[in-house]
T-cell receptor, first 115, second 113 residues
Framework: AQKITQTQPGMFVQEKEAVTLDCTYDTSDPSYGLFWYKQPSSGEMIFLIYQGSYDQQNATEGRYSLNFQKARKSANLVISASQLGDSAMYFCAMREFNQGGKLIFGQGTELSVKP | DAGVIQSPRHEVTEMGQEVTLRCKPISGHNSLFWYRQTMMRGLELLIYFNNNVPIDDSGMPEDRFSAKMPNASFSTLKIQPSEPRDSAVYFC???????????FGPGTRLLVL
């Protein structure tokens, strides 16, 4: 079974609008962390935001927020006020604490921001 | 502050040759990870070290792959002999502890002809 599922291979959003990228996960470990990374066309992996399984509040980092719904096992990334520079691949990843430091990645969503 | 440094950034080699990829983690980080990214398999962990000791190498594809971390500021990933199916982007990442956020290097794009 897929541990991390990103169901949107590609998405478009108009500049200055908000967009939600979906991520669902599967784990039986009560302690885990969820991450989002951005990979622009240049290829580097840029850390965006982190949510711990015991965190009471949804994580936010500037224009990025994580809509964490634990019962539904979803950790969607919300980007507000999209910019042209947000066009990139976005990866959701999970670390199960009982499995050590290993990150398990989803297949990614390619976001295109239109002017 | 310097991030994770990887070299070379690009490598083109012929099948059967030895390839060595290098990584310098962020200073002070004690966990280091090697990942491989391909179109078919996405991003997958090859091996990770904690305090220079290999903790999980279950992702290493086969005996042709080996990784070392002789000290806290340097790691290598070696492929010998290389094969065309090894063509991929290889990322090194480091973190302050195995359970903290991992910061990635720019990657090495490897092409084996």
């Amino acid at each position: 079974a897929q541990k991390i599922t990103q169901t949107q291979p590609g998405m478009f959003v108009q500049e200055k609008e908000a967009v939600t990228l979906d991520c669902t996960y599967d784990t039986s470990d009560p302690s885990y962390g969820l991450f989002w990374y951005k990979q622009p066309s240049s290829g580097e992996m840029i850390f965006l935001i982190y949510q711990g399984s015991y965190d009471q509040q949804n994580a936010t980092e500037g224009r990025y927020s994580l809509n964490f719904q634990k019962a539904r096992k979803s950790a969607n990334l919300v980007i507000s006020a999209s910019q042209l520079g947000d066009s990139a691949m976005y990866f959701c990843a999970m670390r199960e604490f009982n499995q050590g430091g290993k990150l398990i990645f989803g297949q990614g969503t390619e976001l295109s921001v239109k002017p | 502050d310097a991030g994770v440094i990887q070299s070379p950034r690009h490598e083109v080699t012929e099948m059967g040759q030895e390839v060595t990829l290098r990584c310098k983690p962020i200073s002070g980080h004690n966990s280091l990870f090697w990942y491989r990214q391909t179109m078919m398999r996405g991003l997958e962990l090859l091996i990770y070290f904690n305090n220079n000791v290999p903790i999980d190498d279950s992702g290493m594809p086969e005996d042709r792959f080996s990784a070392k971390m002789p000290n806290a500021s340097f790691s290598t990933l070696k492929i010998q002999p290389s094969e065309p199916r090894d063509s991929a982007v290889y990322f090194c990442a480091s973190s302050l502890g195995g359970r903290e956020t991992q910061y990635f290097g720019p990657g090495t794009r490897l092409l084996v002809l």
